[in-house]
């Protein structure tokens, strides 16, 4: 592999699916730029691992980004999705030690398509021993859940956007814990859970809670030193649970909630 400098994959005629190997660019280390084929439809674990890949261009037919398909691909700086396709996608689930985009030190923006519909835990969260590179995330209407832990110690993360009509109904647990420059943040209109720890040691500095939202978590917005006010639709009804907001100590606005709990 370490002799690997260009890979092309011709179109097919067909509407064949393909497979690829797990590992199967591990320490290409001359290989910079990959353009997965059309009939993919699950990327699998370590596909990039140790490989000098910048730049992976996914095609529309891929459904399933695996629990640890880039994970150590440190040199991995952009990821373009192919428009089109009707199929869902799905980022699976990985765990603290090893998931999806674990080590993408170089990754910066994350836009992903349409057809979107979960973000798994811990799925860029790049581990204890690297420094998260990544500022903006786009967010499509089609993604119903983020998954817990997704964005765990994205530090640098100062750009989340929901798109319009969006599905979203759950940020999971500790799903943007310790975002710590992520500072204005519009939750989305159909979002009915903020999970526990959600927004813990984030860097927000006002909160709209849209009318749509049932539960705020506990310590969902613990520590968020920076938050100075809460706003909410005055009819919507809403249990906030233990230490939602414990230790906010600029926090002196709290309009328009009532609680149910």
Known sequence: NKLITEIIFKDSVSEREITLGSRLFRNAINLTEIKLPKGLITI????????????????????????????????????KFESGGTASLVIADGASYSNPFSGGVNLKVVELPERTTRIGMYAFYIGNYYKSALTTVKIPASVTEIGAYAFEECNELTNVTFAKNSKLSVISTQAFVNARNLKTLELPDNLQMVGDGAFMYSGIRTLKVPASVKTIG??????????????????????????AFANCVSLNLFTGVRLVS
Request: glycine letters at 2%; proline letters at 3%.
């Open 44 to 79: 699998p674990n370590y596909l990039t691992a140790n490989s000098g890949v910048k730049k992976i261009t996914i095609p529309n037919t891929v459904e399933t980004i695996s629990s640890q398909a880039f994970a150590d691909s440190t040199a991995l700086a952009e990821v």
């Open 218 to 243: 506990s310590s969902a917005f613990y520590n968020c030193v920076n938050l100075t006010s809460v706003t909410a639709d005055d009819t919507a009804e809403l249990s906030v649970e233990k230490n």
